[in-house]
């Protein structure tokens, strides 16, 4: 299965939770699933109907396809320490993420955007691979040849009031750069979906 190409808040009315990254979602108004019989309510899910909506959640919220998200699981279970903790950060150390995370792109699908264009880079050297694994260490940032283009040039009127609330991430108060000073805990990480559920869902 590929990502969503339906409505862009499909998602949000899907699972009866705001997903999305705007101040705009329709959720509120329309606080029932999507299609003509939404309106009736949500029929109460089973235990493997609440383990893959979690999974469908974190591969909306992420932009992931299942197969990747599947591999980001074996990934996990190949490492040392607790499988769900390991796949969120896995998930969060993505260079597109690291881009939305530092105030590069209101949206992770933005910040995918700016890494596919040659924008990004890390530890000086240019990368277009979104789904790129930061290193703890490794600095982002925007190419100078990149920064004097207008999107950039708007972002810049109002970087230096925006706060990067991660204190696992730095972000330099002049310049688009940051850095990935740690790998967060699930705890640090206020996220709309319950990752041990989706760790339940493909240990199965």
């Not at 909506?53 to 591999?71: D, H, L, P, S, T």
């Not at 996990?76 to 993420?97: F, P, W, Y």
């Not at 490794?138 to 925006?162: G, H, P």
């Not at 609330?165 to 206020?190: C, H, M, S, V």
Request: proline share 4%; net charge positive.
């Amino acid at each position: 299965m590929g990502r969503s190409t339906g409505p862009k808040h499909h998602m949000c009315r899907r699972v009866g939770e705001r997903l999305c990254n705007t101040d705009k979602c329709p959720l509120v108004k329309r606080n029932y699933p999507p299609g003509v019989h939404g309106v009736k309510g949500r029929s109460k899910l089973t235990g493997y109907g609440l383990q893959l909506r979690e999974k469908q959640k974190a591969r909306w919220v992420y932009g992931i396809r299942e197969r990747q998200f599947r591999n980001y699981y074996e990934t996990a279970i190949s490492h040392k320490g607790a499988t769900d903790v390991v796949l969120l950060q896995l998930l969060e150390s993505r260079l597109d993420n690291l881009v939305f995370r530092l105030g590069l792109a209101k949206t992770r699908a933005a910040a995918r955007q700016l890494v596919n264009h040659g924008h990004i880079l890390v530890n000086d050297k240019k990368v277009d691979i979104p789904s790129y694994q930061v290193k703890v260490g490794q600095i982002i940032a925007v190419d100078k040849s990149s920064s004097s283009k207008s999107y950039f040039k708007e972002l810049e009127k109002n970087w230096a009031q925006v706060m990067v609330q991660y204190d696992w991430l730095a972000r330099a108060a002049k310049e688009f750069t940051g850095q990935l000073l740690a790998l967060p805990n699930p705890e640090q990480i206020q996220q709309p979906f319950d990752i041990k559920l989706i760790v339940e869902f493909y240990s199965r």
